[in-house]
């Protein structure tokens, strides 16, 4: 988990009392989707049959918004300790950008595979909505960080570069937290409050960086045979400042993106992973 840290004096919690409240449509299309999970004896059927139906609902936002997982996404969830938690993470991934309001026609199946292995198939048709229009291409924004796999105690840097002047908000999504924890902003903060950039820059900025720090920190309360966890930074650019909340859960962050233009904003995303510190 990445945590903000003051270098010279104890910061009190970030507390904002702004709520994002956008007048703009989103557009709606229904889909069929489908999705299945081979479980064995071990594992739980309910379990299973969730995997299957997130497996079904990023397929139905992955028709209407063409979101794929990136080469990049996919290289960091093969290489990392818990590739099954990674792959998972990475399904959830795939439907930011895309809500499903409602579902109908739903189907449940469960079957027997190789000898005690069994599949769990969801299938029903889903109301999706996506942001109207379409992106800009010349509204774009490159985000790259300073590595792809941290341990405990190193320091990560966002290297953020503009096609044009925008407003920058930059998020981190952590899949193993819940409710209002899984989405917290991390730029701007209380030492750096101007989010609008017409040139390259890093986060933290020169300025910055002598008031704070972005430090990787392994999560606590994770299984101890978990050697690594994988984490994700959601960078959104808009052409004018908004208001979001400081923290959301990743159905609140999803529904506020579904209501921006696609040609207002830019969602660029980034994953990364953290070692467990030798204990």
Request: charged content about 25%; glycine content about 6%; aromatic content about 10%.
């Amino acid at each position: 988990m990445e945590r903000w840290c003051e270098k010279r004096r104890a910061a009190a919690p970030w507390v904002f009392a702004f709520i994002l409240s956008l007048p703009f449509p989103a557009s709606a299309e229904w889909v069929q989707a489908r999705g299945s999970y081979i479980f064995p004896p071990v594992m739980a059927e309910a379990e299973a049959c969730q995997l299957a139906e997130n497996r079904a609902r990023a397929e139905a936002v992955r028709q209407v918004t063409g979101e794929t997982l990136s080469s990049e996404e996919t290289m960091r969830c093969t290489e990392q300790g818990n590739e099954a938690d990674c792959a998972r993470n990475s399904t959830v991934w795939t439907m930011v950008g895309g809500e499903i309001r409602s579902t109908r026609n739903r189907k449940t199946e469960t079957t027997v595979e190789v000898e005690a292995f069994r599949k769990c198939t969801i299938s029903f048709e889903a109301d999706v909505y996506v942001a109207e229009g379409k992106p800009d291409p010349n509204f774009d924004i490159g985000v790259t960080l300073n590595n792809a796999v941290y341990r405990e105690g190193e320091k990560l840097t966002v290297t953020l570069k503009p096609s044009q002047p925008m407003a920058v908000q930059i998020f981190q999504w952590l899949p193993y937290e819940k409710g209002d924890a899984q989405v917290a902003r991390i730029f701007p903060n209380p030492f750096e409050k101007n989010g609008y950039i017409d040139k390259p820059i890093n986060i933290p900025t020169e300025a910055g960086a002598r008031h704070y720090d972005l430090t990787a920190a392994f999560p606590v309360g994770q299984p101890a045979g978990r050697k690594m966890v994988d984490e994700y930074l959601m960078v959104v650019a808009t052409r004018k400042p908004m208001t979001f909340r400081d923290t959301y859960s990743l159905d609140d962050f999803n529904r506020v993106m579904a209501e921006i233009p696609q040609r207002d904003r830019r969602l660029v995303r980034k994953v990364y992973n953290i070692v467990r510190g030798s204990e």
